[in-house]
């Protein structure tokens, strides 16, 4: 009786809100977008290499297509770091760095390597990258409870990526 | 003294859930200080109008360490201790949903 009061109160005068969120969407957190950002970062700096090597054209095209491929390593970097830092500071709790206690010098590895893999075309850099967020990943899995196994990216990139055992 | 809020979200369930709404008295309370187990409202610098549970009394009542009861919840484990002028209010009343 008293909900219904209450709704009707709030249909007349929307009554305000109060947030008891987990963060949004409630309990979804996956290190796959950071995986995929990683993959491209690689592919980009593929590109951009086979590019310079290959071309013979407009230098307009040439242009053209390498400011696509930097922009788009660009992005895929900083998404990387982006879904790193989401899963780090919201689902990662004390309980969790005294469990692995690497996990805080390991995003912090992931967010120096991302900025390198922003500023340079060093595959090397890109590799390093993908290395320690498939290490991430590995980790939130396990803090999942769930197993993880090792596959070939089904991409023009056929580096190893993690994906969680289902 | 007192407000009718609604709540959204889903961190304190069972306990609370979506669409159940709450009265508060607001702070400073008429009877009572907030203790282990109360259910507060407060505005978190850098976050929403939130409602948690209070899991421990800090700093002789002027700090507070809240819950949700989600393992995701966005609690003190992500901001830390509530401080007390950042409360609204202490939940009174719940008023569930069928």
């Given at each position: 009786m008293f909900h219904k009061l209450a709704q009707k109160i709030d249909q007349i005068k929307p009554v305000e809100t109060v947030e008891a969120h987990c963060d949004i969407p409630c309990g979804i957190y996956d290190p796959h977008q950071a995986i995929i950002g990683a993959l491209t970062v690689i592919r980009m700096v593929d590109l951009m290499e086979k590019l310079v090597e290959t071309h013979s054209g407009e230098k307009v095209e040439f242009h053209n297509s390498m400011a696509r491929y930097v922009s788009v390593k660009e992005e895929h970097a900083e998404l990387t770091k982006h879904e790193i830092r989401v899963i780090w500071g919201d689902f990662i709790k004390d309980a969790h760095v005294e469990q692995y206690p690497q996990l805080h010098g390991l995003v912090h590895k992931i967010m120096q390597l991302g900025s390198k893999a922003r500023q340079t075309t060093d595959r090397e850099t890109a590799l390093a990258l993908l290395d320690a967020v498939n290490e991430f990943a590995e980790i939130f899995w396990q803090i999942k409870g769930k197993e993880t196994k090792r596959v070939k990216a089904?991409?023009?990139?056929?580096e190893e990526i993690v994906v969680p055992d289902l | 003294m007192f407000r009718l809020l609604k709540i959204r979200g889903h961190s304190l369930f069972p306990d609370f859930r979506e669409g159940d709404f709450v009265v508060i008295a607001r702070f400073p309370f008429p009877a009572g200080q907030i203790r282990a187990g109360d259910v507060i409202v407060f505005d978190q610098p850098g976050y929403e109008h939130m409602i948690k549970r209070v899991q421990q009394v800090l700093d002789d009542g002027r700090a507070f360490e809240v819950r949700g009861t989600?393992?995701?919840?966005?609690d003190s484990r992500n901001f830390g201790p509530v401080s007390k002028r950042h409360i609204t209010g202490k939940v009174i009343w719940h008023i569930r949903q069928k």
């Amino acid at each position: 009786m008293f909900h219904k009061l209450a709704q009707k109160i709030d249909q007349i005068k929307p009554v305000e809100t109060v947030e008891a969120h987990c963060d949004i969407p409630c309990g979804i957190y996956d290190p796959h977008q950071a995986i995929i950002g990683a993959l491209t970062v690689i592919r980009m700096v593929d590109l951009m290499e086979k590019l310079v090597e290959t071309h013979s054209g407009e230098k307009v095209e040439f242009h053209n297509s390498m400011a696509r491929y930097v922009s788009v390593k660009e992005e895929h970097a900083e998404l990387t770091k982006h879904e790193i830092r989401v899963i780090w500071g919201d689902f990662i709790k004390d309980a969790h760095v005294e469990q692995y206690p690497q996990l805080h010098g390991l995003v912090h590895k992931i967010m120096q390597l991302g900025s390198k893999a922003r500023q340079t075309t060093d595959r090397e850099t890109a590799l390093a990258l993908l290395d320690a967020v498939n290490e991430f990943a590995e980790i939130f899995w396990q803090i999942k409870g769930k197993e993880t196994k090792r596959v070939k990216a089904p991409y023009s990139v056929s580096e190893e990526i993690v994906v969680p055992d289902l | 003294m007192f407000r009718l809020l609604k709540i959204r979200g889903h961190s304190l369930f069972p306990d609370f859930r979506e669409g159940d709404f709450v009265v508060i008295a607001r702070f400073p309370f008429p009877a009572g200080q907030i203790r282990a187990g109360d259910v507060i409202v407060f505005d978190q610098p850098g976050y929403e109008h939130m409602i948690k549970r209070v899991q421990q009394v800090l700093d002789d009542g002027r700090a507070f360490e809240v819950r949700g009861t989600q393992i995701d919840s966005t609690d003190s484990r992500n901001f830390g201790p509530v401080s007390k002028r950042h409360i609204t209010g202490k939940v009174i009343w719940h008023i569930r949903q069928k």
